[in-house]
């Protein structure tokens, strides 16, 4: 079945460091959506990404879809310590079984 | 606006026993899901349902049974409770398939 692996699973960085964590797909993707979970919390929308190549900022955060919509990421400029949680992708397939799958997450520290 | 609420937010059962977990929300969302988060995997798909009386099985639906006789209400039941159970469940709705899914707060489920 399709699978949606990210990476890295945890990363450190001080603050002010840069940050971005992939999501990467073996087949073509539909969609992909970017969730933040803060320790303790729930998964909280992001973003969604349709097109081919799409770009979106908010922010300091910066999506990206690939070219062959096969692969995303996220980057974050100047981290900061409301940062820290988990960055889920979670991406419909275009063979679409109809369900998105969801990546394992990056877990992101910040330290002050 | 409640939103999506899980209850309870925290439960300790022993194997063998039944337990349910409820989820409600008040935005008349057609899809509800049920996911499991465990250290390593993500969120996994338990069951999801696309409209009351319709429920159909996610990627680990076993042990495990759901029932949408209410627009907004998706309680899942673990019928005889495992160890392998123990873990964080949260319930999701969104207007459809493949759309924005928001989040409850989540359920941790401990089996002794």
């Known amino acids: 079945g399709q699978q949606v692996m990210q990476i890295p699973q945890y990363q450190h960085v001080q603050e002010g460091e840069d940050f971005t964590t992939y999501c990467n797909s073996s087949t073509t993707l539909s969609n992909i959506q970017w969730y933040k979970q803060r320790p303790g919390g729930h998964p909280v929308f992001l973003i969604q990404?349709?097109?081919?190549?799409e770009v979106k900022k908010q922010k300091r955060l910066t999506f990206q879809f690939g070219e062959a919509k096969k692969n995303s990421s996220l980057h974050i400029t100047a981290t900061q310590t409301t940062d820290v949680g988990t960055y889920f992708c979670?991406?419909?397939?275009?063979?679409?079984?109809?369900?998105?799958?969801f990546g394992q997450g990056t877990t992101l520290q910040v330290k002050p | 606006d409640a939103g999506i609420t899980q209850s309870p937010r925290y439960k300790i059962t022993e194997t063998g026993r039944q337990v349910t977990l409820m989820c409600h929300q008040t935005?008349?969302?057609?899809?509800m899901f049920w996911y499991r988060q465990d250290l390593g995997h993500g969120l996994r798909l338990i069951y999801y349902?696309?409209?009351?009386?319709?429920?159909d099985k996610g990627e680990v639906p076993d042990g495990y049974v759901v029932s949408r006789s209410k627009t907004e209400n998706f309680p899942l039941t673990l019928e005889s409770a495992t160890r392998s159970q123990t873990s964080v469940y949260f319930c999701?709705?969104?207007?459809?398939?493949?759309?924005?899914?928001?989040f409850g707060p989540g359920t941790r489920l401990t089996v002794l």
């Open positions: 979670a991406a419909l397939g275009s063979s679409n079984t109809g369900k998105l799958i």
């Open positions: 349902s696309a409209a009351a009386d319709i429920t």
């Open positions: 990404l349709v097109k081919s190549g």
């Open positions: 935005w008349s969302h057609s899809y």
């Open positions: 999701a709705s969104s207007e459809s398939m493949v759309g924005t899914q928001y």
